[in-house]
């Protein structure tokens, strides 16, 4: 987050806190620690919002990619992601214990 002036992250709304502190001290320290890491000043602007994937359709497409591969992983169902697949980067599974406890 820093080859760009502005910033606006938008996440979904889950439940009925807020999250929008948390997330954003979050960015904040990761930022900083980049910041130091690389010997770097950071000045670019920073908004988070908290929404729906109704009101931000950045948020309807990655609640699609998202149920795909839970369908991939959960069900062994393809076709759902069979489309999208050349569009992922990187996907790793967080509970995957198989190699490590």
Do not use: C
Not at 22 to 42: C, G, M, P, V
Not at 44 to 58: C, D, F, H, R
Not at 73 to 78: A, C, F, I, S, V
Request: proline content about 1%; overall charge positive.
């Amino acid at each position: 987050m820093h080859q760009s002036k502005d910033y606006l992250i938008a996440f979904a709304k889950r439940g009925k806190s807020d999250q929008t502190g948390a997330l954003r001290r979050a960015i904040e320290l990761a930022r900083t620690q980049f910041s130091k890491r690389h010997d770097f000043l950071n000045q670019s602007n920073l908004k988070v919002i908290e929404t729906t994937p109704a009101e931000e359709a950045g948020l309807q497409v990655v609640d699609y990619f998202t149920w795909s591969l839970q369908r991939l992983y959960e069900r062994g169902e393809e076709r759902s992601v069979r489309y999208l697949w050349n569009a992922f980067r990187f996907v790793q599974d967080i509970h995957d214990r198989r190699k490590a406890g």
